[in-house]
Nanobody, 117 residues
Framework: QVQLMESGGGLVQAGGSLRLSCSAF????????MAWYQQAPGKQRELVAK???????DYADSVKGRFTISRDNAKNTVYLQMNSLKPEDTAVYYC???????????WGQGAQVSVSS
């Protein structure tokens, strides 16, 4: 089985930065799109950023110019650099990956990001 493990969450003041990492373990599979989603309490999970195996990126309008997604295919790792953080960015951030060979969808357990005003 593939297991995704996030790291790098924490608590920062508005205007600060965090870098999230997500690595896949337990498989030698490669992935198509890898992505980050956010979910605040009582709200639906929504896409923040995604990146294809070829490096094409897409961002939610609310984070454009502030967040940057990147990936290292050799390490099966995806990153999310978050700058100029705002209180409304506070949420649990989930890593998502889709297997190239099976198209099975995998989710991480989530990383808490809290931004204080």
């Amino acid at each position: 089985q593939v297991q995704l493990m996030e790291s790098g969450g924490g608590l920062v003041q508005a205007g600060g930065s965090l870098r999230l990492s997500c690595s896949a373990f337990g498989s030698r599979s490669s992935f198509t799109s890898m992505a980050w989603y956010q979910q605040a309490p009582g709200k639906q999970r929504e896409l923040v950023a995604k990146i294809t195996s070829g490096g094409t990126t897409d961002y939610a309008d609310s984070v454009k110019g502030r967040f940057t997604i990147s990936r290292d295919n050799a390490k099966n790792t995806v990153y999310l650099q978050m700058n100029s953080l705002k209180p409304e960015d506070t949420a649990v951030y989930y890593c998502n990956a889709v297997s190239l060979s099976t198209f099975r969808v995998y989710w991480g357990q989530g990383a808490q990001v809290s931004v204080s005003s």
